[in-house]
């Protein structure tokens, strides 16, 4: 099954019931969902939990792949109800939250209330299995015109992954890690090229793990600072990573070089996103699959 979806933050949740109200959505009442995640290689895998006071509704293992893009993007997803879901909640983490559930013209439009984050809205445009997209997008950029969705609200990692990488102090999780990035950044030794690199790897249980660029006077033994980073997340007994950040001092944008963006792929998925910019500047979010379509992968020997 397929679909176009987009997620935002909700400025203003009593306004964009009304405004969806108002477009002639209909109004499915409140829903109350557990979703657990569990660990997987590729994709995503969600066990959901849920309640009404209206029509029941069933648990379900969901499994699902889409990029971490804020763009309107497809998804790919299975649904498999269950009968019994507590045998199952062994988890990493679980996101609890309330659903305003509302549809419009074959649009699933989420209003949510997400313990730890605060007021999200989501799009859900479900397409046919020969539809080519162009509908269901056309619809979710009207509603995303007709419920006033700014570009900077726009949100492309799941709840988990937001509640993962919350800071304390209320920092959006990307800027967190990119400020990590760009300190890192000072430590560089460069001498030979005077371009300063820093890079930040988020973990899966939201630790941070950082690694600035490191030049030799024999050149191919220098290494870049996602190299370090990597080297440093493993070092700390972690074998994932969930969120990417990289900064130069000398380039607005920087990407990964073709041999780090292998080394990235070796322990990230391809809808990790990566994080590229600076903290207070230019800004681009892409992912590791973008910027390294075709990965190499070798299986490990028997």
Same mark, same amino acid.
């Given at each position: 099954?397929?679909?176009?979806?987009?997620?935002?933050?909700?400025?203003?949740?009593?306004?964009?019931?009304?405004?969806?109200?108002?477009?002639?959505?209909?109004?499915?009442?409140?829903?109350?969902?557990?979703?657990?995640?569990?660990?997987?290689?590729?994709?995503?895998?969600?066990?959901?939990?849920?309640?009404?006071?209206?029509?029941?509704?069933?648990?379900?293992?969901?499994?699902?792949?889409? *990029?971490?893009?804020?763009?309107?993007?497809?998804?790919?997803?299975?649904?498999?109800?269950?009968?019994?879901?507590?045998?199952?909640?062994?988890?990493?983490?679980?996101?609890?939250?309330?659903?305003?559930?509302?549809?419009?013209?074959?649009?699933?439009?989420?209003?949510?209330?997400?313990?730890?984050?605060?007021?999200?809205?989501?799009?859900?445009? @479900?397409?046919?299995?020969?539809?080519?997209?162009?509908?269901?997008?056309?619809?979710?950029?009207?509603?995303?015109?007709?419920?006033?969705?700014?570009?900077?609200?726009?949100?492309?990692?799941?709840?988990?992954?937001?509640?993962?990488?919350?800071?304390?102090?209320?920092?959006?999780?990307?800027?967190?890690?990119?400020?990590?990035?760009?300190?890192?950044?000072?430590?560089?030794?460069?001498?030979?090229?005077?371009? *300063?690199?820093?890079?930040?790897?988020?973990?899966?249980?939201?630790?941070?793990?950082?690694?600035?660029?490191?030049?030799?006077?024999?050149?191919?033994?220098?290494?870049?600072?996602?190299?370090?980073?990597?080297?440093?997340?493993?070092?700390?007994?972690?074998?994932?990573?969930?969120? @990417?950040?990289?900064?130069?001092?000398?380039?607005?944008?920087?990407?990964?070089?073709?041999?780090?963006?292998?080394?990235?792929?070796?322990?990230?998925?391809?809808?990790?996103?990566?994080?590229?910019?600076?903290?207070?500047? *230019?800004?681009?979010?892409?992912?590791?699959?973008?910027?390294?379509?075709?990965?190499?992968?070798?299986?490990?020997?028997?």
């Amino acid at each position: 099954m397929r679909n176009v979806e987009m997620k935002a933050r909700d400025r203003d949740p009593a306004r964009s019931l009304e405004r969806a109200l108002a477009l002639g959505a209909e109004d499915k009442g409140e829903i109350r969902q557990r979703d657990t995640y569990f660990a997987r290689a590729r994709g995503r895998v969600k066990l959901r939990e849920q309640e009404s006071r209206g029509s029941p509704f069933w648990d379900e293992l969901i499994e699902y792949s889409r *990029p971490d893009s804020v763009d309107a993007r497809t998804s790919t997803y299975q649904r498999v109800p269950i009968a019994d879901a507590a045998p199952l909640r062994e988890a990493l983490d679980a996101v609890m939250k309330r659903r305003r559930l509302l549809l419009w013209e074959g649009v699933r439009i989420h209003l949510d209330e997400v313990e730890g984050l605060g007021s999200y809205l989501e799009l859900e445009a @479900v397409a046919d299995a020969d539809s080519d997209l162009s509908a269901e997008r056309e619809k979710v950029e009207r509603l995303r015109a007709e419920l006033d969705i700014e570009d900077e609200d726009l949100i492309g990692a799941s709840y988990s992954d937001l509640l993962l990488g919350a800071s304390p102090q209320g920092t959006p999780a990307r800027d967190e890690l990119m400020r990590a990035a760009d300190e890192v950044m000072k430590t560089a030794y460069m001498p030979y090229s005077n371009f *300063p690199v820093g890079a930040a790897l988020r973990a899966p249980d939201g630790s941070i793990h950082v690694g600035s660029n490191v030049e030799n006077a024999s050149y191919p033994q220098g290494q870049c600072a996602e190299t370090s980073a990597i080297g440093a997340l493993i070092a700390a007994g972690h074998r994932d990573i969930i969120e @990417v950040a990289v900064t130069a001092e000398r380039m607005d944008i920087c990407p990964p070089c073709g041999g780090c963006r292998q080394r990235l792929a070796e322990f990230a998925s391809p809808d990790t996103p990566v994080h590229l910019g600076r903290p207070d500047g *230019p800004r681009e979010t892409t992912t590791v699959g973008e910027l390294l379509p075709l990965a190499f992968e070798l299986e490990p020997p028997a």
